[in-house]
């Protein structure tokens, strides 16, 4: 876990990032703003991964919707490169 990960839930019970109405997909994203400025204020990241996981084969173990705000810093991991895109081994480098 990266030092000041956080997830923005929100308060309806669904399933997936899909299942939200579009005023809920809006507050969400308003919130992930939000939370960058809040780890802004106690960390100095050097970047962020943002992201849904949405069903068991991409790695969603809690079945209600949330998302992931990762801070990064230089140098915690070996090659960064690729981003998210680094869960499929193939796409990792390119």
Do not use: W
């Amino acid at each position: 876990m990266s030092k000041g990960h956080l997830l923005v839930i929100p308060f309806r019970h669904v399933q997936d990032f899909f299942d939200l109405a579009g005023e809920e997909k809006c507050a969400i994203l308003e919130l992930v703003g939000n939370g960058k400025r809040v780890i802004e204020e106690t960390e100095k990241p050097a970047g962020y991964n943002i992201g849904f996981n949405i069903g068991a084969v991409a790695g969603q173990t809690v079945m209600h919707c949330h998302c992931h705000v990762i801070p990064r810093y230089a140098g915690d991991t070996e090659n960064p490169r690729g981003g998210v895109r680094g869960v499929i081994p193939r796409k990792r480098d390119y």
